[in-house]
């Protein structure tokens, strides 16, 4: 219980007022909620601020349908280690009123806050975040600690959301790796740069690829902030970006890859096959495209190992795996 450091909420009109809550299954209609006994308490205390704070100035949730409104989504992150709270107030457009007030009433009331931001999400799409953040109030990231490593986090940044279990998750992906310190390793979907550096403790040199250029940022501050010099962090679809590398003659001996839920694309998997690096680690949290993938890597000669589950989102029917392949 309690175990989520990161928490997103639709915000919309329901019958008696403002919803803050969650989806109902295959739907778009937020069950309006107080407390949710996965995600950090901080989250709840939050919510309540925000409720509070729109019905008394009459601000809009954002309304789907007809595209108006101004309050879309709540995102609150809390680094468990640091215990470093940052708020996400992502709206539809740019002009939010009555700053001053929500700023005060999250600093006077939520604990180690150190960042207040606005998103802005303009367009009619269902992905949560927009590309544009203001900083209101604070920091523009935060941090917290996974095993030695120290990581910054940025509203737009991939962090794991279970931090206990995380750390089982990287030191397994480390052992499957079977580094000697003599390999260059490719880390696709590399995100904030958190499986990159656990890779690096080992490795001869660690090249991290991810699209979300402020993640990439973050990576690159993450190993600077921990002195790591041998982790080199690059902008760009996995897809493109490490064909791209090996056309340019660097091979790596091991490569980890870490995609969303709908897996690889084919374009990767071949050329992490023309490669030929001796190991493969796959990081899932889709146990069917993880299935659909391994077939494949089947086929361009690779044979898996070993399957580890790790149970990332509790209460969930939700599991993580991590896959050692060999060529």
Known sequence: WRYRNKVQ???GSGKEGINIGFYAKRSHEIIDMDSCCIQDRTADKVIKIIRNWMSEYNIEPYDEKSG???VRHIMVRRAFSTDEVMVVIITAASRLTFKSEIIELITKNICGVKSIVQNINSKKTNTVLGGKCITLWGEESIHDYIGKFKFRISPLSFFQVNPVQTE?????????????GNEIVFDAYCGTGTISLFLSQR????????????AIENARLNAAENGIDNAEFIVGKSEVVIPGLIDDGIEADVVVVDPPRKGCERVLLDAIARMKPKRIVYVSCNPSTLARDLKILEELGYSTKEVQPVDMFCQTAHVECVV???A
């Open 9 to 11: 909420l639709p915000v």
């Open 324 to 326: 050692a392949l060999n």
């Open 68 to 70: 108006k409104g101004i």
């Open 203 to 214: 490795a001869k040199k660690v090249y991290g690829v991810e699209i979300v250029e402020q």
């Open 168 to 180: 089982i998750l990287y030191n397994k992906v480390l052992e499957y790796a079977e580094l000697t």
